[in-house]
């Protein structure tokens, strides 16, 4: 089963930093597209960024452009949201999720990743 898990997450004061990570045990991930989005208490998920099989990033939200960064090291099979200038409303549970089924590129719409993780909790606030 390929399941995603998020980690990184936490408590951050505004204009701070953090970064991500989503890992995947048994599977290579530089084999799919990697998404990430997000969700706040009471809004629909959001995606922010996705990176292809080739490892092309493209951004998603114009919210998070030139803030938030996508990257993936291959050797630690692994893919990383580097976050900065983090405002509150940038406080939500952070998902990474996999499309599995995707060749070329990669998609800005959730209905198209097939494994998700269980997400890690971003807060921004002083």
């Known amino acids: 089963q390929l399941q995603p898990v998020e980690s990184g997450g936490g408590l951050v004061q505004p204009g701070g930093s953090l970064r991500l990570s989503c890992a995947v045990s048994g599977f290579r991930l530089d084999y799919y597209a990697i998404g990430w989005f997000r969700q706040a208490p009471g809004k629909e998920r959001e995606g922010l960024i996705c990176i292809s099989r080739p490892g092309r990033a493209t951004n998603i939200a114009d919210s998070v452009k030139g803030r938030f960064t996508v990257s993936r090291d291959n050797a630690k099979n692994t893919v990383y949201l580097q976050m900065n200038s983090l405002k509150p409303e940038d406080t939500a549970i952070y998902y990474c999720?996999?499309?599995?089924?995707?060749?070329?590129?990669?998609?800005?719409?959730?209905?198209?990743?097939?494994?998700w993780g269980q997400g890690t909790q971003v807060t921004v606030s002083s």
């Open positions: 999720a996999v499309d599995s089924k995707r060749n070329y590129g990669c998609s800005a719409g959730w209905t198209n990743y097939d494994y």
